[in-house]
Nanobody
Framework: QVRLVESGGGLLQAGGSLRLSCAAS????????VGWFRQAPGKEREFVGA????????YYADSVKGRFTISRVNAKNTVFLQMNSLKPEDTAVYYC?????????????????????WGQGTQVTVSS
């Protein structure tokens, strides 16, 4: 079905910025909302936010609101997660996921059960 590959993770200092990419292949994701999740070792997976299939709406968890921005370029079948003012507590593996259904009318909060395709994750490590 949909293949998702995250990239852009890395190691940086607190206060820095990083942009993650979620590139889809095999089929278009233009009719699907896309979410971002993160998971630190030994901790529960956390919903970060999502963007509607149109790109016109976004939702963010309180923990990242005002610092993270999700965008998409459907012509490139890619979704981005721009992360600014990073904190050590943002350290996690970040995953993107495509909605299990098309044309979702509202976004969040969403859970992993709402998504049907997942990327392999990319590590983000923020030092202090």
């Amino acid at each position: 079905q949909v293949r998702l590959v995250e990239s852009g993770g890395g190691l940086l200092q607190a206060g820095g910025s990083l942009r993650l990419s979620c590139a889809a292949s095999a089929r278009s994701i233009s009719t699907y909302a896309v979410g971002w999740f993160r998971q630190a070792p030994g901790k529960e997976r956390e919903f970060v936010g999502a963007i509607s299939w149109t790109g016109g709406s976004t939702y963010y968890a309180d923990s990242v609101k005002g610092r993270f921005t999700i965008s998409r370029v459907n012509a490139k079948n890619t979704v981005f997660l721009q992360m600014n003012s990073l904190k050590p507590e943002d350290t996690a593996v970040y995953y993107c996921a495509a909605d299990a259904s098309q044309f979702r009318t509202q976004l969040g909060p969403l859970t992993g059960a709402d998504f049907g395709s997942w990327g392999q994750g990319t590590q983000v490590t923020v030092s202090s």
